[in-house]
C-alpha cells in the first residue's frame, strides 16, 4: 500500500489539476451513533413507528456537532495533506457533511446528494432551502437526554403546504436540487479548464452508486483527455477498462485505511 500510495501523491504533485471524488464507500459509519446506549434505547422506544423516523436525522446531525471519529479526521487530514497547495475540486456523494470542516475550500467542494445544513419541504413545493428550526432540534436533544418524552415531540411541517420537512438530502420524496446546483455550475465551468491539461483523478470508495456523477464521467475524462490519468481506490469495484488501461490505476483497498496511511499512527 505504501508504494501505491507514493505513487498517489507523486502523480498528484506532478499535475496540473486534481479531481477527487468521494463515493458512498467514504460515508460515515455512524460508529459514535450506532454504539450510544441511549441511542439504542430509543431504537427500541420508536420501534417501527413510522411517526417517529424523521427524528434518526437529527441524532445523526447531533453526532456530527458533538463529535468526530478519530479515523474519518485522520482520514480527511490526509487528504487535504495530498492536494493541498493544487488547483483541486472535489465532488461528493457522501451525505454526511463530514466533508466539510475539515479544512478544505468550501468553493472547492460539492455534494450533490444533499447533507444536513438545510432542511426542505418534501414536496419541494417552493424550491427553497430552510435553516433547520431550532426549537425542533433542541426539543429532539432534550429527549435524547431523557428531559422530554417522546409524546411531546412535533414533527416539523413546511408553513407553506403542510408538507414534512427534511433534511436536504437525495432520498426525500422530491429532492430539492437548489441545494447544490449553484455550486455544481461552479464545478463544470471548473471542469472546461482540465481539457488536454494534467489532471490527475483520485476516485475514494466510488461503486455503483449514481456512477453518472463520479464514476463514469471520471472515466470518460481518463480516455479523452491524454494527459489525465485516474487513480480508483475500492475493496471491491477498482476495475477500470482496457481501453484506459495506460492511464489508469485500480487499487483494492479501502479508502479510509488507504489514506490513513498517510498519518503516523
Known sequence: MDMQLQEVREKIQDAELVLVGLGDGFQ??????????????????IGDDERYAWIVPFLQKMVLCREREERWDRAYQALRALIEGKNYFVVSLCMDDYLYGTGLDEKRLVTPCGGFRKMQCDQ??????????????????????????????EEPVCEKCGGKMRFNQLGVERYAQEGYLDQWNVYTKWLQGTVNRKLCMLELGVGMSYPGIIRFPFEKMAYYNQKAFLYRVHPRLYQLGEEIADRSRGIAENPVDFLVTIQPS
Do not use: Q
Not at 460515515?28 to 422506544?45: F, H, P, Q, S
Not at 431550532?134 to 428531559?147: L, Q, S
Open 28 to 45: 460515515y459509519g455512524w460508529g459514535a451513533l450506532v454504539n450510544d446506549e441511549r441511542y439504542r434505547e430509543i431504537e427500541r422506544e
Open 124 to 153: 419541494n413545493c417552493t424550491g427553497e432551502l430552510y435553516e433547520i428550526p431550532e426549537e425542533i432540534y433542541e426539543a429532539v436533544m432534550r429527549y435524547y437526554r431523557g428531559k422530554l418524552p417522546l409524546s411531546a415531540l
